[in-house]
Nanobody, 128 residues
Framework: QVKLVESGGGLVQPGGSLRLSCAAP????????IGWFRQAPGKEREGISC???????????YYAESVKGRFTVSRDNVKKTAYLQMNSLKPEDTAVYYC??????????????????WGQGTQVTVSS
């Protein structure tokens, strides 16, 4: 069974930074778009960022307005790992963060229904 493994979550003060990693050792990551989602208590899951398999093309990254300018998504297909660099964190960023993989060479999507594999989630808490 394919597993995605997130890491890098934790407790950080407002204004701080964290980098989440999403390891996909069982996938040939070159063929997968990676999405990042989060879910806060009592709220629906939100698609916040994604990166297409063909990252060398224009328009192959997406950011929700809530994180644009603060979060950066990237990938290293050789290491079979994707990353979400989160800067200028705010208390409202507190949530469980998930990565997901979609077998697709199309531009990535923030629609969770499109994704084939999911990680277990990692908690991010932004608090003073």
């Amino acid at each position: 069974q394919v597993k995605l493994v997130e890491s890098g979550g934790g407790l950080v003060q407002p204004g701080g930074s964290l980098r989440l990693s999403c390891a996909a050792p069982g996938l040939i990551l070159d063929y997968y778009a990676i999405g990042w989602f989060r879910q806060a208590p009592g709220k629906e899951r939100e698609g916040i960022s994604c990166i297409s398999a063909r990252d060398d093309r224009d328009g192959n990254r997406y950011y929700a307005e809530s994180v644009k300018g603060r979060f950066t998504v990237s990938r290293d297909n050789v290491k079979k790992t994707a990353y979400l660099q989160m800067n200028s964190l705010k208390p409202e960023d507190t949530a469980v963060y998930y990565c997901a993989a979609e077998f697709s060479l199309r531009p990535c999507t923030n629609d969770s229904e499109a994704y084939d594999y999911w990680g277990q989630g990692t908690q991010v808490t932004v608090s003073s």
